[in-house]
């Protein structure tokens, strides 16, 4: 999301720092409900937790200090202060500019691959392209500080 972020023009860029966008993991939970993918217990507890926070739209690394855009199609679900109308235009031509293939990296899975990747840096995406096999994952999370307004 830094490259992303870094073509943007010089005017879009200053728009967009300083702005926050809301994050819900409620929406995104139903449909995994609804798909069989989570169990009743494990909704109901994410939708008890309340899981809707607002962060930046745009965060600053706090090891590189590089600027990031910081939004997901399946989780941001607005920016604070501004009409839907205005909020959902803005939020669509990013996540389409973010989804331009010169951003994008694929991996090509071989037994024995591991990746990694930083989520203050990046979007990730699991395809589901993978049928007949089945998806093994472990994840390991190193919990750092909320996002950095940049």
Known sequence: MT???DSLSGRMQHYLDGLSAWHDMNGP???ALRQG????ERYAEVVQMNR???HPLVIQHPVSGRKALYLSPTY??????????ESDAILDYLHAHCQHVQFGFRHR???????LWDNRSVLHNAILDYQPHQR???RT???AREPLQA
């Open 3 to 5: 490259t992303a972020y």
């Open 29 to 31: 939970m139903t449909a």
């Open 37 to 40: 993918v989570v169990s009743h």
């Open 52 to 54: 809707r926070h607002l």
């Open 76 to 85: 941001t679900t607005h920016i604070e202060g501004m009409a839907p109308s």
């Open 109 to 115: 899975w071989r037994v024995g691959d591991m990746v």
């Open 136 to 138: 093994r994952m472990q």
């Open 141 to 143: 999370s190193v919990f």
